[in-house]
């Protein structure tokens, strides 16, 4: 039996561990991230909180001795202790059923539901699928979104990188984005994530081996719904998911782009997708419209 096995059946483990949070959507939140992606969104109490805006909510509250080398929490406790140094948001999934609202308490039920490993290019690969189910005021799943969380072994040196991908040329709407340390540092406060990669440049440097720092996974999701929001005003989503498929850095702007879609049976949807500088696709999305 290959160690690999030995590992995955010791993670497996974790498969259905859950736990229970509960975070009052306080108003702040919704007006602090409303100034860092330069919105006007009303923060009153009331109000509804804009697709993937509660990610600023049940922000990890780790101690501050139980922080790893990287920034984020040791391994082990709710999610798996996996062995490999490198992780990452890879995508979700999200069904909207009911608008959440400012200064309402919601409660949110955690389940590990898969933990799988493959082999890569790069080496060992492990895949955690944690499942969130949001419920608010009385209302079981007003929100249910899935987690694909990816961990990497180290690069091998000299090792080379994977073949990028074009993105897509048909855009119906674009927009330029430049994520500088300011807006970095700014959505790492809002959410609480403390992992290097995102402000530490002599750490993702230098330990972690990129040329930048990283924008952050649901930083580019959300910057994804806010086109929507930009360009369909009156749209509303009942359903987002997304894929991350190259990483984008501060070094260099990037632009958020999408196309309407109509289907046979008359429902609409928008292909969304992120492009760094040099028109490789970095993420991959698509926001279901409701009828």
């Known amino acids: 039996m290959t160690s690999s096995t030995l590992n995955l059946e010791h993670l497996r483990d974790w498969i259905g561990r859950s736990e229970v949070r509960q975070d009052t959507l306080h ?16 923060s009153t109490p009331g109000s509804e909180v804009p697709p993937l ?12 001795s139980e922080i790893g080398d990287d920034g984020h929490a ?21 069904k909207f059923v009911q608008p959440l609202l400012v200064g309402q308490t919601l409660s949110r039920t955690s389940t590990i539901d898969d933990v799988t490993i493959k082999q890569g290019r790069s080496g060992n690969l492990v895949f955690v699928k944690v499942r969130h189910a949001f419920a608010q005021a009385g209302q079981s799943d007003a929100l249910v979104e899935e987690h694909d969380i990816v961990y990497r072994d180290a690069p091998t040196p000299g090792a080379p990188a994977p073949a990028p991908t074009d993105a897509p040329a048909n855009a119906q709407f674009s927009r330029a984005i430049k994520a500088d340390e ?24 230098q330990v972690e081996g990129y040329p930048g720092l990283i924008v ?30 190259r990483p984008i850095f501060d070094i260099h702007p990037f632009s958020v782009n999408g196309r309407v ?11 969304l997708w992120a492009a760094d500088h040099e028109g490789y696709l970095a993420m991959q999305a698509t926001a279901t419209l409701s009828a």
């Open 27 to 42: 108003p702040n939140q919704v007006a602090a991230l409303a100034a860092t992606l330069d919105r006007q969104d009303p």
């Open 53 to 64: 805006w509660h990610w600023c909510y049940f922000t990890p509250l780790t101690p501050q």
């Open 74 to 94: 040791k391994r082990g406790g709710f999610l798996p202790p996996v062995p490999l140094p490198r992780r990452m948001w890879a995508g979700g999934r999200l």
């Open 182 to 205: 300011v807006l970095l540092f700014r959505y790492s406060a809002l959410t609480f994530n403390g992992h290097r990669i995102h402000y530490d440049r002599s750490y993702v440097t």
């Open 216 to 245: 952050h996974g649901p930083l580019i999701a959300t910057l994804l719904v806010d086109l929507v929001r930009r360009e369909l005003p009156s749209a509303d989503i009942s359903a987002f998911e997304f894929k991350a498929v």
């Open 261 to 271: 879609v109509t289907h046979e049976d008359g429902s609409r949807s928008v292909q």
